[in-house]
C-alpha cells in the first residue's frame, strides 16, 4: 500500500475517504499505446471512479509540434482545466486503466504548470476495480474554477539542452524505455525511428520502478533500482524515453525518495530518434 501523499501518490484507501471532499478532483489520464487496441475515451464512458474528468493527453498538447503529446501551452492548459472545472485549490488525483502508465504524465503536467497538489493513484483503477470499489458512467457535474498557472522551467528540458548534457555527462540522463530498446535489438514501435539511446544515459526501465500489482515499490526500493542501474543521486537527472509518457514515472518515483533536481526531457526518443545528425549509442548502458 502506498504511504499516502498528496503531492506524490495515494492509495486506494485514501481516495476512499476522501472521495466527498468538496475540493478533491479526480482525473481519468489513461492513454495507450496504439499496438494495445484499447480506445481511453470509450472506457472512461462505460466506467470511471465516481466524479472523474477524463484528461486527453494527445488532445491537451502542443497543437504547433509535430511530435506526440507534447506539453501545451500554459494558456491551453488553463483554458482545458477551467473547462474540466479544476482549478486553484483543489486537490487533485490522477489515475489510468494500467495501474501506473499514463497517470504520472499528468501529475507531472500539473506540477510544470506550478499545481503541486496533485497525486497518482497507486495501483488505478484496476485495483480499485479488483477491490470492488464504486464506478459510474455519468460525466461529472462541471463548475468552472480559475486556475494560475507558474510555469517551472526547470521541470522540462528540449533536445538542445539534452544534447549539452550528454557532451558534458551532466546532468544524468535516465532512459524509461526497455532494456532491449535501451541497447537498440529491438525495433522502436514508431516507424523509421532509429534504435539505440542517447550516449552516455543510463537505463531505468519503467516496469522495475513497479511491484507485479502495478503498484509502485516502496522509496526504499526505488533508491535501490536507481543505484542498481548506475544513477548517482547525489547528482541532477533528466528522464527521458519513448515519447515522454514513462519518463514521468520515473519523475514521480524520484519525487518518491525525496528527489527534487529532475527534468524530463519532453521530445524523448520520438524526437532523438527521428534526427539523423543526434548521436546515439547502442548496446548495454
Known amino acids: 500500500m502506498a504511504s499516502d501523499d498528496p503531492k506524490t501518490l495515494v492509495s486506494t ?5 476522501h472521495m466527498r471532499d468538496p475540493d478533491l478532483r479526480i482525473i481519468d489520464a489513461s492513454w495507450y499505446m496504439p499496438s494495445e487496441g ?14 472523474a474528468r477524463f484528461f486527453d493527453i494527445d488532445e491537451i498538447s502542443d497543437a504547433r509540434s509535430k511530435l506526440d503529446h507534447m506539453a501545451p501551452t500554459p494558456e491551453k492548459f488553463m483554458s482545458r482545466m477551467r473547462a474540466m472545472g479544476v482549478g486553484d485549490g483543489h486537490q487533485v488525483v490522477v489515475y489510468d ?31 480499485w476495480l479488483a477491490e470492488g470499489r464504486e464506478t459510474e458512467d455519468m460525466p461529472p457535474v462541471i463548475r468552472d474554477r480559475h486556475m ?28 524509461a524505455r526497455s532494456p532491449a530498446r535501451f541497447a537498440g535489438t529491438e525495433p522502436e ?12 544515459s543510463r537505463n531505468v526501465f519503467f516496469k522495475t520502478l513497479l511491484k507485479g500489482d502495478n503498484t509502485m515499490k516502496d522509496p526504499a526500493e526505488l533508491k535501490a533500482v536507481f543505484e ?29 525518495i525525496g528527489k527534487t533536481d529532475h527534468a524530463v526531457y519532453d521530445g524523448s526518443w520520438n524526437e532523438w530518434g527521428a534526427v539523423p545528425t543526434m548521436p546515439i549509442e547502442t548496446g548495454d548502458a
Open 148 to 175: 494560475m498557472v507558474r510555469f517551472q522551467n526547470q521541470m522540462v528540458r528540449d533536445a538542445t539542452q539534452v544534447a549539452a548534457a550528454a557532451k558534458l555527462g551532466a546532468p544524468q540522463i535516465v532512459d
Open 228 to 256: 542498481a542501474a548506475g544513477v548517482d543521486l547525489e547528482k541532477p537527472v533528466i528522464t527521458s524515453c519513448g515519447s515522454g509518457v514513462t519518463a514521468c514515472i520515473l519523475a514521480l518515483a524520484l519525487e518518491r
Open 38 to 51: 484499447r480506445n481511453a475515451r470509450a472506457e472512461y464512458d462505460a466506467e470511471h471512479i465516481p466524479g
Open 97 to 127: 486503466g494500467s495501474g501506473i502508465f499514463s497517470a504520472p504524465r499528468v501529475w507531472w503536467l500539473f506540477r510544470l504548470m506550478g499545481q503541486m497538489d496533485v497525486a497518482v493513484l497507486d495501483g488505478g483503477l484496476a485495483k
Open 189 to 200: 514501435p514508431r516507424e523509421g525511428m532509429r534504435v539505440g539511446h542517447i550516449p552516455g
Open 13 to 17: 484507501e485514501w481516495l476512499a475517504a
